[in-house]
């Protein structure tokens, strides 16, 4: 079982930057797609940026040009620059891996982000 563990939310005003970081303990599990997502109050869990092993990226509308998702391997680790924060990026981010090959994905526990003058 892989496990995870989010850090770097927090408060910002808008305008400002944030960077997520998420580890996995992969317990020796090799980790296929890493990705963040987000659930804000009364709203569904939708997907905010994934990124395969080989470093491809692919962003949900709403933070293209403003968000970049990046990976380390060898530290498995995933992290998530958010810059040009906005109040509707306000949510709880969840990390996301993939185990390879079974594809079962794990979750972390998520982080508060909290964009508010």
């Known amino acids: 079982q892989v496990q995870l563990v989010e850090s770097g939310g927090g408060l910002v005003q808008p305008g400002g930057s944030l960077r997520l970081s998420c580890k996995a303990s992969t317990a020796g599990f090799v980790i296929a797609d890493m990705g963040w997502y987000r659930q804000a109050p009364g709203k569904q869990r939708e997907l905010v940026a994934v990124i395969t092993r080989g470093g491809g990226a692919t962003y949900a509308d709403s933070v293209k040009g403003r968000f970049a998702i990046s990976r380390d391997n060898a530290k498995n680790m995933v992290y998530l620059q958010m810059n040009s924060l906005k109040s509707e990026d306000t949510a709880v981010y969840y990390c996301?891996?993939?185990?390879?090959?079974?594809?079962?994905?794990?979750w972390g526990q998520g982080t508060q982000v909290t964009v508010s003058s």
């Open positions: 996301k891996a993939e185990q390879w090959p079974s594809l079962v994905a794990s």
